[in-house]
């Protein structure tokens, strides 16, 4: 699990990990980033309470969640390495299913959906809309009812000797490092598999400008791995990207249709999104935050090139 300032959640994670039901030998490795915020303090007074936990700091100058992931995972000494996350907390069956999961399959990486469980107004917002098909499109991992192979998994556990192998990959969104590791994967001829019976409650951005970042990151992210694979793993970016480049090029050819023609488009969407959302105000602007951050990023992630990405793309080991 890497860790970077998470001093306001980190309790309620750990007492989820501490509780799991697995029979077997297990550690918990918690890779702190650099914190300033207290969180080290904090995973110091839980070593009593979790015995199998092992705290690491990353060297200085590391605010690397790819990094971390690979020091987490050459760190440990399981033959078998499950994914945390200091913003999800977890089901008392989480490990077990995991790899329950991973042993009854030919799965090379094995993984849960995402169920987000806002903790505020507008995070629960936000997590009514990250479930909606009409609003992030209809990806398996975010509403899956029955075990089934998928293009990717939320969180995941693999073999550690596998993981080492491949390692992640480093962009420089500083994320898309999940779903690339997916990708390759596939590409691979392994097997990923989505299992509904490994659950845990995602905690959404609570905030505005927090879900604007993020999304408009994972955008970032999608441009990035275009340009290292060569191709998209799945369809669906193309869909906000579409959205922002209808809009951007609407405005700007006002002058020319009209500026009633213009905002037409930009109506088009508004109805869009209230019939979709049920007019809620805060699912309504959630929504609209998404998908507009998330294909402003796939754009400039594209107009930045490959350049940029070649520098970092390299795996961690």
């Known amino acids: 699990m890497p860790l970077l300032n998470e001093a306001a959640v980190v309790g309620e994670v750990l007492e989820s990990l501490r509780d799991q039901d697995y029979e077997g ?5 918690a890779v702190d980033g650099g914190s300033r915020d207290g969180t ?6 839980w070593r009593e309470r979790i ?3 092992l705290v690491v700091c990353a060297p200085e100058g590391w605010r690397d969640l790819t990094r971390s992931l690979m020091l987490a995972a050459e760190t440990g000494t399981g033959e078998i390495v499950v994914r945390a996350d200091a913003h999800t907390v977890y089901a008392n069956d989480y490990l077990r299913r995991n790899v329950e999961a991973l042993l009854e399959t030919d799965a090379h990486l094995v993984g849960g959906p995402m169920r987000p469980e806002g903790r505020n107004p507008f995070g629960r917002a936000v997590a009514s809309v990250m479930v909606n098909p009409w609003v992030v499109g209809p990806a398996p991992y975010r509403r899956v009812l029955e075990r089934r192979r998928a293009d990717t998994v939320y969180l995941g556990a693999m073999r550690r000797s596998r993981l080492v192998e491949m390692g992640f990959r480093s962009f420089p969104s500083g994320v898309a490092e999940d779903a690339d590791l997916a990708y390759r994967i596939r590409k691979q001829g392994g097997a990923v598999v989505l299992d509904p019976a490994i659950r845990s409650r995602y905690r959404p951005r609570s905030t505005l400008g927090a879900l604007w970042r993020q999304f408009f990151r994972y955008g970032r992210g999608k441009a990035e791995m275009l340009y290292a694979n060569r191709e998209l793993p799945t369809l669906r970016p193309l869909a906000p990207l579409g959205l922002t480049i209808a809009l951007a090029a609407a405005l700007a050819a006002a002058p020319w249709i009209g500026w009633l023609w213009a905002l037409g488009g930009l109506g088009g969407w508004t109805v869009y999104l209230a019939v979709v959302t049920g ?5 309504f602007l959630a929504a609209g935050t998404m998908q507009l951050a998330n294909g402003l990023g796939i754009l400039i992630g594209l107009a930045a090139g490959p350049g940029r990405v070649g520098r970092t793309l390299e795996p961690h080991h």
């Open 40 to 45: 080290p303090a904090i995973l110091a007074s």
């Open 279 to 283: 007019g809620w105000p805060r699912q």
């Open 51 to 53: 015995p199998r936990m």
């Open 25 to 29: 030998a297990w550690e918990l490795v």
